[in-house]
């Protein structure tokens, strides 16, 4: 065993859950977690859910109270910045200028909202969401006839206005390409979870952009590409993130779209691992490097990082799987949508399920909307299905909505 520790820089979902994975898997030796947020590890779906709905404070979203630390002989540095790594010593530099020695280092550095280049976005009662601080702003902002508008029809942008039009809000939502979820599910699914929120009331504007945030100190109307202006007294914006790599491409690790490991989790140096939202791996399934940005991804990579970084040999290749949360219903999808390839569609009572074939035939992506009594069971169907490489071609039913109930059995 080393004497030096493993260090973990990050201290969100994926770097908390390294740590104790280190612990699971037979790690004796000393682990280090730096956070640059002074929060301890958090977890993050319940800010854009139960947080702003005020059924959970943020302090019950810790992943561990500060004595599992203590017990678990795990040295935690909140409010600590990394400035600089250098793997030639083997070092981590702070922002008070201090290093770290590591035995091996693993990067969960995560992912920072992208912030909008909009005239008048730094105005008050603007948020992006992604912390604790965050959520409690934007809860507390969410007052019945309050004229919220949500930038962003990605799956944060659609929990908050769904939150927001459970608390009475006026909820209007601007998304920049011609469907919600677009990176998610395929067109024809994304106008089923549309037509749930303008029946709660959400108004959506497809295909628009906000050109300008209106305000003295305060935000209180947006401009829009259409010359229209609507007013606002809250605007959530969700425009996807940015992976925190740029300590990691300082130091010359390889970074593409966040930074760039084997399937092994190893990092152009081996004796630096990455995982979570910054963690750009390489997937023998798909043929690509992946970057995946939900909570399955932060707690499975921690756990293989964790073993590979004590000499094991595991290799990480999953079959991406998320959920979503919207008005007491849930949204699952496993699998990657192919745009070109063919959707089938098909509705049982209150779950609407789809399944999408690739153009060569094979089932590539599947999904469902409904109870989690429902679509619990039917993912893990779907996902089954698609591990054992089905293709359309050996079903022979006449329409893809029998091929979905075949499937579901």
Same mark, same amino acid.
């Given at each position: 065993m080393s004497e030096k520790p493993i260090v973990i820089v990050g201290a969100g979902h994926s770097g908390a859950k390294a740590a104790a994975a280190l612990r699971k898997h037979g790690w004796l030796g000393g682990i280090q977690l730096v956070g640059a947020e002074k929060h301890l590890p958090y977890d993050r779906p319940p800010l854009s859910k139960a947080v702003l709905q005020g059924k959970k404070a943020t302090e019950d979203c810790t992943f561990f109270e500060s004595q599992w630390f203590d017990s678990n002989n795990v040295s935690v540095m909140l409010g600590s910045v990394v400035t600089a790594l250098h793997p030639k010593s083997c070092q981590v530099e702070l922002d008070d200028g201090s290093l770290i020695d590591y035995h091996r280092l693993l990067l969960a550095t995560g992912a920072e909202p992208r912030v909008p280049d909009i005239p008048g976005i730094d105005l008050e009662n603007v948020f992006g969401l992604r912390t604790p601080d965050q959520a409690r702003s934007i809860a507390n902002s969410l007052k019945p006839g309050a004229d919220v508008v949500i930038l962003g029809g990605g799956v944060i942008g659609l929990e908050v206005a769904a939150v927001a039009a459970d608390m009475g809000c006026k909820v209007k939502l601007v998304e920049a390409t011609s469907q919600v979820m677009g990176r998610s599910v395929p067109e024809e699914f994304a106008k089923i979870i549309q037509k749930r929120h303008t029946a709660r009331g959400v108004e959506i504007f497809l295909q628009t952009i906000v050109s300008q945030v209106i305000g003295a100190d305060s935000v $209180?109307?947006? !401009?829009? *590409?259409?010359? !229209?202006?609507?007013?606002?007294?809250?605007?959530? @914006?969700?425009? %996807?993130?940015?992976?925190?790599?740029?300590?990691?491409?300082?130091? %010359?690790?390889?970074?593409?779209?966040?930074?760039?490991?084997?399937? =092994?989790? &190893?990092?152009?140096?081996?004796?630096? #691992?990455?995982? %979570?939202?910054?963690? $750009? #791996?390489? *997937?023998?399934? =798909?043929?690509?490097?992946?970057?995946?940005?939900?909570?399955?991804?932060?707690?499975?990579? &921690?756990?293989?990082?964790?073993? $590979?970084?004590?000499?094991? $040999?595991?290799? =990480?290749?999953?079959?991406?799987? #998320?959920? *979503? *949360?919207? @008005?007491?219903?849930?949204?699952q999808a496993t699998g990657i949508v192919d745009p070109l390839g063919l959707v089938g569609i098909f509705h049982d009572k209150e779950t609407s399920y789809f399944i999408n074939f690739s153009y060569s035939g094979k089932l590539v992506a599947a999904g469902a909307l409904g109870a989690v009594r429902d679509v619990g069971p039917a993912i893990r169907k779907f996902k089954q299905r698609i591990l054992e490489g089905l293709s359309l071609g050996s079903l022979g039913s006449e329409s893809l909505k029998e091929e979905i109930q075949y499937i579901l059995g």
């Open positions: $209180n109307a947006v !401009k829009l *590409s259409s010359g !229209k202006v609507i007013p606002c007294n809250v605007l959530v @914006y969700g425009v %996807g993130v940015i992976p925190c790599a740029e300590v990691a491409e300082s130091a %010359g690790l390889k970074v593409t779209n966040g930074v760039s490991t084997d399937a =092994y989790l &190893a990092t152009s140096d081996s004796r630096v #691992f990455a995982c %979570g939202d910054v963690c $750009n #791996f390489q *997937s023998r399934r =798909y043929g690509q490097s992946l970057r995946l940005e939900n909570w399955r991804n932060a707690e499975d990579q &921690a756990d293989i990082a964790a073993r $590979n970084m004590l000499g094991h $040999n595991f290799e =990480y290749d999953p079959l991406p799987w #998320f959920w *979503s *949360s919207q @008005y007491g219903w849930t949204i």
